[in-house]
């Protein structure tokens, strides 16, 4: 056997490896980053349940040119929010499906760069000095995004994007 059918055969070998791993992996996934902001819980609800105001706290809002749709109710359940904007936040659709003073929830879709629906959860659980706000994103992860999850750390990459926007959160609402 020639060493470029062994080299070929050890290539083969690992990318059958990688796509059986991949295939093995959760066929869910959830990123999930709370803070705890010092603020009541009735100063940061409307922050999260009025989509209006996520343009001065979302770290999603990177285009200054983006293209952005409110429609339904004006802020809580039935409120929707698209978008379509560059390379870097690509377009969407955010859409309020339940909201009670404890909890958001919300319908992720996906258009570009990538077709994906998820669910977005916000809960406020007060504090003794505040409130731990909870934001999470769950949602089915298929072959693809499996195999994409081995070579990029979403939780890690979206984790720093939900981090950045409880901060901001965090400011307006502390300084209100």
């Known amino acids: 056997m020639s060493i470029i059918a062994i080299v070929a055969i050890i290539v083969a070998v690992a990318i059958i490896a990688v796509l059986a791993y991949a295939a093995s992996r ?51 359940k039935g409120a929707v929010y698209e978008w379509n904007g560059n390379s870097q936040v690509g ?16 319908a992720l879709d996906m258009f570009k760069p990538f077709k994906a629906s998820n669910t977005v959860e916000f809960s406020l659980q007060p504090n003794q000095g505040g409130t731990n706000v909870t934001w999470q994103m769950h949602g089915r992860q298929p072959f693809m995004a499996k195999l994409m999850s081995m070579f990029i750390d979403c939780d890690k990459m979206v984790g720093k994007q939900f981090e950045e926007g409880l901060g901001k959160m965090k400011a307006l609402a502390e300084k209100a």
């Open 26 to 76: 959760p066929d869910t996934f959830r990123v999930q980053r709370t803070a705890s902001i010092k603020a009541a819980p009735e100063r940061i609800f409307p922050l999260i349940d009025d989509l209006h105001a996520h343009t001065i706290w979302s770290p999603f809002e990177k285009d200054p040119d983006m293209k952005r749709t409110h429609s339904g109710a004006p802020r809580g």
């Open 91 to 106: 377009s969407g659709r955010l859409a309020i499906t339940d909201s009670t003073p404890s909890k958001i929830t919300m």
